[in-house]
Nanobody, 129 residues
Framework: QVQLVESGGGSVQAGGSLRLSCAASGYTANTNLMGWFRQAPGKEREGVAVIYTAGGFTYYADSVKGRFTISQDNAKNTVYLQMNSLKPEDTAMYYC??????????????????????WGQGTQVTVSS
């Protein structure tokens, strides 16, 4: 089992920044991929950014490229999502997730690859205009 705890959400004005953290505990060696997803009211959950824990390869959704950065601190078993130039459309519940995959490409952002993974409880991000 892997436990994931997110923190760092909050309310900011458009153009502002937030950094989300996801602390992982438990049998993390059972996973090789961590990521951030978000879900706004009435919308489907979407993959935002992912990072392969071995090697640090990353992929981003087109909507956040150039604004968001995912990173990891393996010593702390923590993944971060630095969000800059926030927009009102970034408002959503943000979830951290961990899973295992056996391929490496942009398609890993699709939720179906995380169905058997582990999920945190989420942290709310609200961006006002």
């Amino acid at each position: 089992q892997v436990q994931l705890v997110e923190s760092g959400g909050g309310s900011v004005q458009a153009g502002g920044s937030l950094r989300l953290s996801c602390a992982a505990s438990g049998y993390t060696a059972n996973t090789n991929l961590m990521g951030w997803f978000r879900q706004a009211p009435g919308k489907e959950r979407e993959g935002v950014a992912v990072i392969y824990t071995a090697g640090g390869f990353t992929y981003y959704a087109d909507s956040v490229k150039g604004r968001f950065t995912i990173s990891q601190d393996n010593a702390k078993n923590t993944v971060y999502l630095q969000m800059n130039s926030l927009k009102p459309e970034d408002t959503a519940m943000y979830y951290c997730a961990a899973t295992t995959v056996y391929f490496r490409d942009q398609g890993v952002l699709a939720s179906r690859h995380w169905a058997s993974g582990y999920w945190g409880q989420g942290t709310q991000v609200t961006v006002s205009s």
